[in-house]
């Protein structure tokens, strides 16, 4: 059983064109995320969410938005493609836990969003 | 929130022992450290987590001196498998990881 799953693996669009990545978690977490990583391999937080806030990195456009229909999915909608969205994105999980706790991320496999 | 720095890239043969060392001199009293591991066209994968001393598991060793200012993940008798980056990340756990920032990584190269 996949604990983190994202469609599609592979993503291919072109520029101006509106798009959606889901991610799904069978762990029971309470808290989701979304990474890009870029071209240089950097893993850049981009939103996380549970059911009680959502927190968002100030450099990510509003082309970006995170949409959550329960605990279970983090869906990700990207507005108006632009070639510099091309990137890895990589949604993971984990549980919130206090001093003490081990807290692991658990990843998706990723998308590789390619803009044309 | 806590920096690291890590070397860029190591090179080791296999069966060696390899040592990855990862500098956070701003490290906050409620801080942890967390490594992680990613192999290509993969998400990363979480390794081993810890507050001081020393914590073992059956992947890997972490050494944290007393003042918690570095840590030195330690993979023992690598193989050719454990060629990947590895992420070391400092931050208070009880956000999760909103805050938590992945650095460059190592790139760890485990030749024959």
């Known amino acids: 059983d996949t604990a983190v799953s994202q469609t599609p693996k592979y993503l291919v669009t072109q520029m101006g064109n509106d798009k959606s990545i889901k991610c799904e978690q069978n762990?029971?977490?309470?808290?989701m995320y979304w990474y890009k990583q870029d071209s240089k391999k950097f893993l850049k937080i981009m939103f996380s969410y549970n059911n009680k806030e959502l927190i968002i990195n100030e450099t990510v456009p509003n082309r970006f938005s995170p949409k959550s229909p329960d605990k279970a999915h983090l869906n990700l909608h990207i507005n108006s493609l632009e070639l510099g969205d091309s990137a890895v994105y990589f949604c993971?999980?984990?549980?919130?836990?206090?001093?003490?706790?081990?807290?692991?991320?658990?990843f998706g496999q990723g998308t590789r969003l390619t803009v044309v | 929130l806590a920096k690291t720095t890590q070397p860029i890239s190591m090179d080791s043969y296999e069966g060696q022992e390899v040592n990855i060392t990862c500098s956070h001199n701003n490290i906050a009293t409620n801080d942890y450290i967390t490594w992680y591991q990613q192999f290509p066209s993969q998400g990363p994968r979480f390794i081993i987590q810890?507050?001081?001393t020393k914590v073992t598991n059956e992947v890997a060793s972490l050494f944290i001196p007393a003042d918690r200012k570095s840590s030195t993940l330690s993979l023992p008798r690598v193989s050719l498998s454990d060629t990947a980056v590895y992420y070391c990340?400092?931050?208070?756990?009880?956000?999760?990881?909103?805050?938590?920032?992945f650095g460059k990584g190592t790139m760890l190269l485990v030749s024959p």
């Open positions: 990340l400092v931050g208070d756990m009880n956000s999760g990881y909103s805050t938590l920032t």
């Open positions: 762990l029971g977490h309470d808290t």
């Open positions: 810890g507050y001081k």
């Open positions: 993971a999980s984990s549980q919130e836990g206090g001093l003490g706790m081990n807290t692991e991320a658990f």
